[in-house]
């Protein structure tokens, strides 16, 4: 599994303007779409591309382009809704499933209400959006469906990410025929008795869309 924390100005700058309990929802859902977006770059280095030939008005020349089947891009819902816009605006060729997850306040366990995922991934670069690995609970239970479904390379794009995550997600697919990659924007302190995100931002989806 790799672990890649971006460490850039514009997402420190962005990140710290997301935290602060005064920033207003349509604030956070703009700065999260740019944030994602950003994020997204570095989510794509190792995107499949494959040759192709193309004439520029001077010349005949090759060239790159992303290579079939498409990827996947899974928000998440409800709080990895935030994170589509920013992530279609640099992958618009990508494929949208939809995985709903809620997670139980009291035993911080996952579960599925909502599964709008292609059938068969294997093949398929599967990128999957939620702004908050806190426990790692709901990533664990994404990737493993998405193994189900015969994917073999997920990415998976969090704001904030706290070390509890990291570490049971390394648990849990340690060994397994799986290639793994977390990108993020912070790397947090720890979880705190609720299992927030300490200092994190409080609650991805209320923030993004009230409480309801
Ligand atoms: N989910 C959130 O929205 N925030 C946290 O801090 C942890 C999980």
Known sequence: MRILITEHPLISHKLTTLRDENTPSPTFRQLTEELVTLLAYEATRDIQTKEVKIKTPVTQTTGLRISDPTP???????????????????????????????????????????????GN??????????????????????????????????????????PEGISAIEKAFAGKDVDITIVTGALDEKLNEKGYIVPGLGDAGDRLFGVV
């Not at 494929?95 to 599925?112: C, I, K, N, P």
């Not at 239970?141 to 706290?162: D, F, P, Q, Y």
């Open 121 to 162: 991934l294997s093949g398929r670069q599967v990128f999957l959006l939620d702004p908050m690995l806190a426990t790692g609970g709901t990533l664990i239970s994404a990737i493993e469906l998405m193994l189900e479904r015969g994917a073999k390379n997920v990415v998976a794009i969090t704001l904030l990410s706290a």
């Open 72 to 118: 996947v891009v899974i928000p998440i819902l409800r709080a990895g809704l935030g994170m589509l816009e920013g992530m279609t605006k640099l992958l618009p060729t990508a494929e949208v499933g939809f995985l709903g997850m809620v997670r139980d306040e009291e035993t911080l366990l996952a579960s599925t209400y909502a599964d709008r995922i292609p």
